[in-house]
């Protein structure tokens, strides 16, 4: 009698997508063509200078205001989406493509319940992630919890793509930093826009992915308290890029042709090396404790062949009091089965949280 090995057979799932959606000619590599050249050293010396004065950052996110139109009204839910210029400073708005310049997201809300009673959770992408649907489907549920959803569409993503982008894959090295950079300071001022003008009682991040990376970077830098809800999440973009299946994804040959032409000659193994440098600069464990850590709750899988467990673990070692929860399953099948899990996260990170105090 044969014994079927689920955690084998999950593993397999995820290297079998991940063969036919990058390994084969039907959609283009990550980065094909290149670095991003000035760009990139921008952003490096950016996020280089973020890291000493993190932990001691408590600044306000800067204030958006979104412009809203209702895409439906029930007798007990709202649906609207809003529009509002990405707040990023100037240096940052030249580096972004102008279809990226303006941002969207869509808020899905109970109408039973005052905001200071509420608690809402802006939720971030994944690779791939271009429209509000899946996210929304995974808060609406949470709506009867009066827990309402807020979801950001990423620069380079949906409405919001370059038009020479096909899909999700990033033209330049570059993209990655810039998408990441936008998407952190947009949730944060999205948080901020609820807690100080709408007045919502509590606030969460949550992302499956690389929305995941981009939620606990949020969390960790906003000023107040906040959940922090990182789903199948990596520590840092190296571990998809460079260790687990995107690295089949990914234009090496071109990023070397690319230092090539500039008299850096490179073997592919220290072009890794340098893109390994590179995304480094997306370590969360880099970045400071978030304000509350018994309100961080990683959802990992048991058997991820994007996301090795060992990354996971970083990311709870680095953040003390945050808890990581396992659920059996891959990287797709956990996306596609396990909703139930990341919802009870949200709800029990948002438990985490004192209610904010109403003024007089």
Known sequence: MVTLNLGLLHYVLDHVYGACMHRTKISPQFFSRGWGGSKLVMLER????????????????????????????????????????????????????????????????????????????????????HTFERRLRLGGPLLKENIATMVLESPFYGQRR???????????V???????RATIEEAR????????????????VCGLSMGGVHAAMVGSLHPTPVATLPFLSPHSAVVAFCEGILKHATAWEALREELAAQNVAMTLEEVRDRMRNVLSLTDVTRFPIPKNPNAVIF?????????????????????????VRWVTGGHVSSFLLHNGEFRRAIIDGLNRLQWKESPL
């Open 174 to 180: 570059s993209d990655l930093l810039l998408l990441g």
């Open 189 to 204: 001022s999205l948080l901020y826009w609820l807690d100080s003008e709408a007045g919502y009682g509590k606030m969460g």
């Open 46 to 129: 950016m996020i280089k200078q973020l890291f000493p004065d993190a932990a001691g950052q408590n600044l306000p996110p800067t204030l958006v205001r979104p412009v809203w139109k209702t895409v439906w009204e029930s007798r007990t839910a709202c649906l609207r989406e809003g529009t509002f210029k990405t707040p990023c400073d100037e240096q940052l708005l030249s580096a972004l493509p102008p279809e990226s310049h303006n941002a969207r997201v869509a808020f899905l809300t109970p109408k039973s319940v005052p905001p200071q009673k509420m608690a809402c959770v802006v939720h971030l992408a994944g690779t791939g992630d």
């Open 162 to 172: 370059p038009l020479l982008q096909r899909g999700a894959k990033l033209l330049c």
């Open 299 to 323: 959802v990992a899988a048991t058997d991820d062949g994007y996301i090795p467990k060992h990354s996971v673990l970083e990311l709870q070692k680095a953040w003390p009091g945050s808890e």
